[in-house]
């Protein structure tokens, strides 16, 4: 059985780079594209979950929308079939009545949420942002939004998540935060494909 893998976590948790880097690393996992209203940022180079810079009639069709900082996000359930049909799927998600969406659509013994943990430093967090290209009013947004908890779904929808935390101590992508996303598959009885370990094999 195939699952939608939800990554979850507040700003500067490390979603999308880990998300990035789970994609290269299994061959059984596509990433779900969102389409969003924002403009493009520097760390959008190489980005395969996002695609900036889209029309507000050009995501209009899209099932599943929410607005995020001033900025509209959406992506559609043929994306999310087409991807299930072949594999996992994995999408972030932002948005607690999303969130709920997509389990009342696919049903708990599919959707499958991860959240990641990671300490933040408030200041450092900032200058990242900053160094992303983000305007000052949504860096302040991040860091308060940040500050009041607002954007944390595992907290609200604790029991979803069935203990599926992924600890980022470091604020890199690292091999351990790989071990512990299998280890969590493992146990949840998801197969994961290794596309470096089938590519010596063959």
């Known amino acids: 059985m195939n699952r939608l893998m939800l990554i979850c976590g507040n700003t500067g948790a490390g979603k999308s780079t880990f998300l990035r880097g789970v994609s290269g690393k299994y061959q ?3 990433i779900i594209k969102k389409y969003s209203t924002r403009k493009a ?32 996000y ?30 009342k659509d696919y049903g708990e013994g599919i959707v499958m949420p991860f959240f990641i943990s990671r300490p933040i430093d408030i200041e450092k967090l900032g200058k990242v942002l900053k160094e992303q290209g983000r305007s000052h009013e949504e860096i302040q947004n991040r860091l308060q939004d940040l500050e009041c908890d607002q954007t944390d779904i595992y907290n609200t929808r604790t029991r979803c998540f069935e203990s599926r935390v992924i600890t980022n101590l470091s604020g890199s992508l690292e091999e351990d935060m790989y071990k512990q996303f ?20 063959e």
């Open 182 to 201: 299998e280890a969590l598959c493992n146990q949840f009885n998801v197969e994961l494909k290794n596309r470096f370990v089938n590519a010596r094999n």
């Open 28 to 30: 059984n996992i596509g």
């Open 74 to 103: 959406a992506f559609s359930k043929k994306d999310i079939d087409k991807t299930l049909n072949l594999g996992n799927g994995m999408l972030i998600i932002r948005d607690l009545a999303i969130f709920d969406q997509l389990i």
């Open 41 to 72: 940022r520097t760390d959008d180079n190489g980005a395969i979950e996002i695609e900036p810079d889209c029309s507000q009639d050009f995501i209009e069709p899209f099932e599943y929308k929410y607005v995020k900082f001033g900025n509209v």
